[in-house]
């Protein structure tokens, strides 16, 4: 069984610029997550779809950070403009409907200079 | 004060020690504890899972959860430099809600 795919794999860019990140979830998995992971520690949730809703945006810095699930499979997350400290690793997972494992991807390393 | 806390290491430990790695937490709520691995440059990779309290054993992984002390931990018996990873705790309410993880323990294991 395919794991999650993301893509890029790294990313650099120059500060105020634009980036977008791609995910395909496992086949058949609902919940559909966006970390951010910083270096030294865990992933802080941005994002959780339930299908193509989202139902947890809270933490979602909405002035800059934009995420869309369009048919309830892929999702794209989108920085604009980057700043200075939006480098991090941007993880996704996914999980199967009300099951409580999730199932990362290998992350998208983004350096903003 | 943070939802959960771990300390973040580094651990150092000889080829075959027992490790044991822990994580507190402040809410009474959480109810699903898992552990993931985590090796450099890689997303993180489910390794036990339990509800509620109690012990679940995994060939050489052992997972125990203290409600009553907001306590877990993850034991390692015959370490294997192939364990050399982080490794983060993670909590959650609701099935499939959001997890609240830990920082991490980066884990060394010396040949």
């Known amino acids: 069984e395919a794991g999650v795919v993301q893509s890029p794999r790294y990313k650099i860019i120059e500060k105020k610029q634009p980036v977008a990140f791609w995910c395909n979830p496992i086949?058949?998995?609902?919940?559909l997550y966006w970390y951010r992971q910083n270096l030294g520690q865990g992933p802080e949730l941005l994002i959780r779809y339930e299908n193509e809703e989202a139902v947890d945006d809270s933490q979602l810095p909405k002035d800059r950070f934009s995420a869309e699930r369009l048919k309830g499979v892929d999702s794209t997350l989108k920085i604009q403009p980057a700043e200075l400290g939006d480098s991090a690793v941007y993880l996704c997972?996914?999980?199967?409907?009300?099951?409580?494992?999730?199932?990362f991807g290998p992350g998208t390393r983004l350096t903003v200079t | 004060q943070k939802e959960v806390e771990q300390d973040p290491g580094p651990l150092s430990v000889p080829e075959g020690a027992i490790v044991s790695l822990n994580c507190t937490y402040s809410n009474s709520a959480f109810q699903y504890f898992m552990w993931y691995r985590q090796y450099s440059r890689k997303g993180p990779e489910l390794l036990m899972y339990t509800y509620s309290s109690g012990n679940k054993e995994d060939g050489r992984f052992t997972a125990q959860v203290d409600k009553s002390s907001k306590y877990i931990s993850l034991f390692i018996r015959d370490s294997q430099p192939s364990d050399s990873a982080t490794y983060l705790c993670?909590?959650?309410?609701?099935?499939?809600?959001?997890?609240?993880f830990g920082t991490g323990t980066s884990l060394t294991v010396i040949p």
């Open positions: 993670a909590m959650d309410q609701y099935t499939g809600n959001q997890f609240y």
């Open positions: 997972a996914s999980s199967p409907r009300q099951l409580d494992e999730q199932y």
């Open positions: 086949s058949g998995h609902n919940t």
